[in-house]
């Protein structure tokens, strides 16, 4: 099985290359969902949160208040620190699972959703390659305010506060460049999907049972879930 790591800037267009990945038939599994379902009322994710930072990051309902934790680390390196602590674990586990199911039935090829892929590198590991969504600065800015509604000032202060989408672009091996029309990006995408289907090889030889397959989910069961 071939696992494919999928990243980008904020506002770069990377749901628009999801929807693609999705309808050529390869499995996606978006890291935000999870990051989501960890923090569930009653998760042990939720708890550990409001153990470290107190139950004013609840909302009335017992759900997390995402605006309000997003204020306590947003310009907080040592907060952040804190919470990645908490829920990178949880989310790197719950792939993890995830892409051992995937293995087991079969699947050739998976793409992993992952904003942060660079930035945590608790997934590079499983990663064959990385594909990077990219525009230029100017772009990112016009559809950040935009999707927003924000101030050029405070769409500004989100943007750097991330790692820049140069430092992603250096370290791909496959760039989708968002600069024109919708349907040119989808196009971008397709190609590169179709490219990775075709030069599978080896990896439909090992996804699933069998000697080597073994070997395989067995690394992954020791080095990620045990």
Sequence with gaps: MRVLGLTGGISCGKSTVVKVIERSGVPVIDCDKIARQIVQPGSSGLNAIVKEFGKDVLQADGSL?????????????????????????????TIIWSLFSHFIVGTP?????????????????????????????EKQLEWLMARDKSAEKDAKARISAQMPVSSKVE??????WNTGTREEAEKKTMAIIKEFQNNLGLSRLFSGPGLGGAGLALWILIRFLM
């Excluded at 208040?65 to 790197?92: A, C, M, V």
């Excluded at 370290?171 to 989708?176: D, L, T």
């Design 65 to 93: 208040d995402r605006k309000g934790l997003g204020k306590i680390i947003f310009n907080d390196k040592e907060q952040r620190r804190k919470l990645n602590k908490i829920t990178i674990p949880r989310i790197t586990q």
């Design 109 to 137: 090829l998976v793409v992993i959703d992952a904003p942060t892929l660079y930035e945590t590198k608790s997934l590079l590991p499983v990663c064959h390659s990385v594909i990077v969504v990219a525009t230029t600065e």
């Design 171 to 176: 370290m791909a091996e496959k760039v989708v």
